[in-house]
């Protein structure tokens, strides 16, 4: 099944410690991208990618890191988490011109 | 400037009643277009995508959507409301790029009465 998977679903942390959410896709899509879902603002672009080692910012970047190493996977790394990176969070994938993909979503709460 | 706007923030109808719900986006490119439903606690769904040729686009769940060039829109449009259609729904678009960038509209809360 062409799927998009994120984990963990829910995390709780503390301020300043490290976290990383995992994002994998089978699809073998060139496009992977991550977004902060905040009411009343929609989903909110963190980074994307457009292929292996390509990457750039989006519209929220700061306080966020990522990689793709791999085509396959683009993990989101919060290196010192504050409490205004509580959000959910969406990992998508895309060919280009066959739409996005949607991952179940990472709900993260920073204490 | 927001890239895509939603003005309807809540909308309320009755079971079996119409919907539309609108979405206008703000550049001069023709975009490609999404609409995405997502229901509580749940991830996003593609409802329908707009990327050229026939305005009228067919989706899922008895959804369409018309792309209207002249006034820069992409409304959503249901005959018969369900129940089951309450959800938050979510208008997107990549501004005509494909280089992985949504943008998204800050969405539309629809609630059914029964």
């Known amino acids: 099944e062409a799927q998009v998977t994120q984990n963990p679903r829910y995390l709780i942390t503390v301020t300043g410690k490290k976290l990383t959410v995992t994002c994998s896709q089978n699809?073998?899509?060139?496009?992977m991208s991550w977004y902060r879902q905040d009411p009343g603002l929609g989903l909110r672009q963190i980074y994307y990618?457009?292929?292996?080692?390509?990457?750039d910012k989006g519209d929220v970047p700061e306080g966020y890191k990522v990689s793709r190493k791999e085509k396959r996977n683009f993990p989101l790394i919060l290196e010192s988490p504050s409490p205004n990176q509580t959000s959910l969070y969406f990992c998508?994938?895309?060919?280009?011109?066959?739409?996005?993909?949607f991952g179940s979503g990472t709900r993260l709460t920073v204490v | 400037a927001q890239s895509v706007t939603q003005p309807d923030i809540h909308i309320t109808v009755s079971e079996g009643a119409s919907l539309e719900l609108r979405c206008n986006y703000s550049?001069?490119?023709?975009?490609?277009l999404f609409w995405y439903v997502q229901s509580p606690g749940q991830g996003l769904q593609l409802l329908l995508k707009?990327?050229?040729?026939?305005?009228l686009v067919q989706g899922i769940k008895g959804f369409e959507a018309e792309f209207k060039r002249s006034q820069s829109s992409f409304n959503l449009r249901k005959p018969s409301v369900h129940w089951s259609d309450a959800a938050e729904y979510f208008c997107?678009?990549?501004?005509?790029?494909?280089?992985?960038?949504?943008?998204f509209g800050r969405g539309t809360q629809l609630t059914v009465w029964p």
């Open positions: 550049y001069g490119a023709t975009p490609y």
């Open positions: 997107a678009s990549d501004r005509g790029s494909t280089l992985g960038r949504l943008y």
């Open positions: 990618s457009m292929n292996v080692e390509v990457t």
């Open positions: 707009y990327f050229s040729g026939d305005t």
């Open positions: 998508a994938s895309s060919s280009g011109l066959d739409g996005y993909t």
């Open positions: 699809m073998n899509h060139e496009y």
